[in-house]
C-alpha cells in the first residue's frame, strides 16, 4: 500500500500563479522529500524536509511538513510553464535491512504560458 | 558524470521470455534500488540492495531477482515475463547514510505481449 497521497491529483494554472501540492502519510517517518518528473524522464530530486523540521526553502519552493498532521505541502511561487511536470512525494521510513523511500500517486502540474 | 543509467530504454516481450535490466552508477553509492511505475500508482519498490553482494525485498518483489555482483551495477531480471509485468522500471541509488535523496535513472520501458 503506498504510504503517501497527493492532493489534487492534476493541477492547471496560468503562469505567474502559485501551486500548491499536498501530501499525505500513514506511518512515521525519518524524513520527506519531493520528487519531479518531466515525461518520458527520471524523477529528480527537489527538496528533503526532516522529521524535526517544519519548513524549508528552495529557490522557488517552499515545504512544509506536521508530523502531528501527517502532512506535508509543496508550494511552487512565480510558476513557469517549464514547471510542467508531476511531482512526488516520498516517506522515507525504516525498513528491515535499510530504509525505504515509498512514493505517492503524484500530482500532474501543468502551467499554461 | 553520467549519474544512473538504465539499458535497455524500451523493449518488447512476449509472455514467457527472460530478461535483466541493467542499472550502472558512477557515484559510488551503496544502495541501489529497482522500481516500477504504473499510471496512477507512482513508484513501487520492487527489490533493493544495501551493498555489493546483498539484496532484499520491497513491496512488489514477486517475479523478479536481481543481484549485485559489483557495487556499481544491480541487475533486474525477470524469468518468465507475464502481462501484468508491463511497466516502466526506474532504478535509482543513494548514499548510506540517512536523509539523503536518491538518484534515478530514465528508466526503461517494458512492454509484454
Known amino acids: 500500500s503506498q504510504q503517501g497521497e497527493e492532493d489534487p491529483q492534476a493541477l492547471s494554472i496560468q503562469e505567474g500563479e502559485n501551486a500548491t501540492m499536498n501530501c499525505s502519510y500513514k506511518t512515521s517517518i525519518n524524513n520527506l522529500q519531493w520528487y519531479r518528473q518531466n515525461s518520458g524522464r527520471g524523477l529528480v530530486h527537489l527538496i528533503l524536509?526532516?522529521?524535526?523540521?517544519r519548513e524549508k526553502h528552495s529557490g522557488r519552493l517552499r515545504v512544509t511538513l506536521d508530523t502531528s498532521k501527517k502532512s506535508s505541502s509543496l508550494l511552487i511561487t512565480a510558476s513557469r510553464a517549464a514547471d510542467t511536470a508531476s511531482y512526488f512525494c516520498a516517506t522515507d521510513h525504516v525498513h528491515n535491512a535499510g530504509n525505504m523511500l515509498t512514493f505517492g500517486g503524484g500530482t500532474r502540474l501543468m502551467v499554461k504560458p | 558524470n553520467a549519474g544512473v543509467t538504465q539499458t535497455p530504454k524500451f523493449r518488447v516481450l512476449k509472455t514467457g521470455q527472460s530478461m535483466t535490466l541493467l542499472c550502472a552508477q558512477d557515484?559510488?553509492?551503496?544502495?541501489m534500488y529497482w522500481y516500477r511505475q504504473d499510471p496512477g500508482m507512482g513508484l513501487r519498490l520492487i527489490h533493493y540492495s544495501v551493498g555489493e553482494g546483498t539484496t532484499a525485498k520491497g513491496e512488489v518483489p514477486d517475479g523478479y531477482n536481481v543481484s549485485r555482483l559489483k557495487k556499481q551495477n544491480f541487475l533486474l531480471g525477470l524469468e518468465s515475463a507475464a502481462p501484468s509485468q508491463t511497466s516502466v522500471y526506474f532504478c535509482?541509488?543513494?548514499?548510506?547514510?540517512?536523509?539523503?535523496?536518491?538518484?534515478f535513472g530514465d528508466g526503461t520501458r517494458l512492454s509484454i505481449l
Open positions: 557515484m559510488n553509492h551503496e544502495y
Open positions: 524536509i526532516r522529521s524535526n523540521e
Open positions: 535509482a541509488s543513494s548514499y548510506v547514510l540517512g536523509n539523503q535523496p536518491q538518484h
